[in-house]
């Protein structure tokens, strides 16, 4: 999964041999079901759901100051259309549900549609779509959203330049002319990677969740480098006291790739998409150097040739 700052309860740097080993006596997955990225929708949403109002009041104040830079006046973010690409179990949409807005979430995974539209229900002014990264508009047309929003990293999934650039027109073609798409990355090159490793705990109703997540550096990966993720997870039951009852059912592991992005490149990229980085803001939302590597958000917005990837 992809980082998230905020959300991490607790990071360490470590080394190789600190990587936590698989909890003796665990209860294994069946077969085949640790090889995706993410495991199982509902305990991947239970560890990311808390805090999403949070960023979706942040990401809504960043939206509406840069569409006031674009020009935009008596801009009503009640009236927006959202879309969130790679929305994953759908915790950002069900946010946007609650508070009446009109959403639009599209994912790869056919497994985190299906648990996003369980969670949803019927009633949600919310639309999801079935596409591969790189083809956002494809479920909803063109010129759909008014703001479009991606925390976490989760454009590092894309497999390369081309690839992101691909995703970031679609985004593009996707908004309307005053449109922005506000992007949650951290930037780095290969030289600045080390071996990390994030710790997140989550309880939901009487099932408590717990995940470890390893980034290593990949040695040899083209461009600016990318990380080996391996996230590794279990879960209990609790009791009416909070205790655990019950085995330890997983691990659950699963292993991917992120790729690492420098800042020319990512601007480079930005630019070959037609789109244009209008701002750039720190986690707390005030304004952050361009130039930055470390997480931020940076606000993109429709640019010459908006929608068509340039050579």
């Excluded at 360490?12 to 995706?36: D, F, H, M, N, Y």
């Excluded at 919310?126 to 008014?146: I, K």
């Excluded at 995940?211 to 997870?233: H, M, S």
Aim: proline share 8%; net charge positive.
């Amino acid at each position: 999964m992809p980082r998230p700052p905020a959300a991490a309860q607790a990071r360490a740097q470590t080394s190789a041999a600190g990587s936590r080993p698989a909890q003796p006596g665990a209860e294994r997955a069946p077969p085949g079901s640790g090889t995706r990225a993410y495991g199982d929708p509902a305990w991947y949403d239970a560890l990311h759901t808390p805090g999403t109002a949070g960023e979706l009041r942040l990401a809504q104040r960043l939206a509406l100051r840069a569409r006031a830079r674009a020009g935009v006046q008596h801009d009503d973010p009640a009236a927006w259309v959202w879309l969130e690409p790679l929305c994953g179990s759908g915790r950002c949409l069900r946010v946007l549900a609650r508070w009446g807005r009109r959403a639009l979430g599209c994912d790869g995974d056919p497994r985190m549609l299906a648990y996003a539209a369980q969670r949803l229900g019927e009633a949600a002014p919310v639309r999801l779509g079935l596409c591969e990264m790189g083809a956002c508009d494809a479920p909803f047309g063109h010129a759909c959203a008014d703001v479009a929003y991606c925390p976490h990293n989760s454009v590092r999934h894309a497999r390369s330049d081309a690839h992101l650039a691909r995703h970031l027109a679609s985004v593009g073609r996707a908004l309307r002319p005053s449109g922005v798409y506000v992007v949650g990355v951290g930037l780095q090159r290969a030289s600045e990677l080390i071996l990390t490793e994030d710790v997140y705990t989550a309880r939901r109703g009487r099932t408590a969740v717990h995940q470890v997540i390893t980034f290593e550096p990949l040695t040899g990966a083209p461009g600016d480098g990318a990380e080996r993720v391996t996230t590794v997870t279990t879960a209990w039951k609790l009791d009416g006291r909070g205790r655990r009852s019950g085995p330890v059912l997983g691990p659950w592991i699963g292993a991917y790739r992120l790729r690492c992005f420098s800042v020319g490149r990512w601007e480079a990229i930005v630019a070959r998409a037609g789109l244009r980085q209008a701002a750039v803001f720190d986690q707390s939302g005030r304004p952050a150097d361009p130039a930055s590597c470390a997480y931020a958000w940076r606000v993109l917005t429709r640019g010459p040739g908006s929608g068509r990837v340039s050579p």
